[in-house]
């Protein structure tokens, strides 16, 4: 299916957010998530599933000083 990441429009087979944070290799400890402009809460990323068309945006919580 394609999908929009980050404003990138790619095809992918995962079905949920936690298969695509997986895939991605991001930590979902260390992620949010908003799709189709509404937050996907970290408890929900695996049963949350990913539809033709939606756009997803995924900020990356970074650490320092």
């Known amino acids: 299916m ?37 937050i996907v809460p970290r408890a929900r990323h695996a049963e949350t599933g990913l539809e033709e068309n939606d756009e997803l945006e995924i900020v990356t919580l970074v650490g320092g000083g």
């Open 2 to 38: 394609r999908v929009c990441i980050n404003g990138q429009w790619q095809d992918r087979t995962e079905s949920t957010v936690a298969e695509l944070l997986s895939a991605l290799r991001f930590e979902p400890r260390r992620c949010a998530v908003e799709r189709n402009r509404r």
